[in-house]
């Protein structure tokens, strides 16, 4: 399933650590936002490492399910930068 994480981290450094830790699990698409495509169990470990990362009295994060027949429902304004591959790939080598 497609997921979108966002945050609002007070604290600089947190909020460093913990893009450096979603750009393992997903595309940022703005700023304080990320697009995931996770199954339940990598869901599972992507929100342990969240709360490992921030500090719950001060910060948020907000994880949206995206069902795979609302994608294309999406509206962008300027540039996409969420794009995934959806169950057909190739790998080049």
Do not use: C, W
């Not at 304080?32 to 990362?53: D, W």
């Not at 069902?67 to 057909?88: M, N, P, V, Y």
């Amino acid at each position: 399933m497609m997921y979108v994480v966002s945050y609002d981290i007070v604290d600089d450094k947190r909020r460093r650590h913990l893009a450096k830790y979603l750009e393992s699990y997903g595309v940022r698409v703005q700023y304080s936002v990320f697009e995931t495509e996770l199954n339940e169990k990598q869901l599972s470990a992507m929100i342990k490492g969240i709360k490992k990362k921030i500090n719950t009295s001060e910060d948020t994060v907000r994880i949206y399910p995206i069902q795979k027949d609302l994608r294309d429902r999406i509206i962008t304004i300027g540039t996409d930068k969420g794009s995934f591959f959806d169950e057909e790939f190739y790998i080049v080598g």
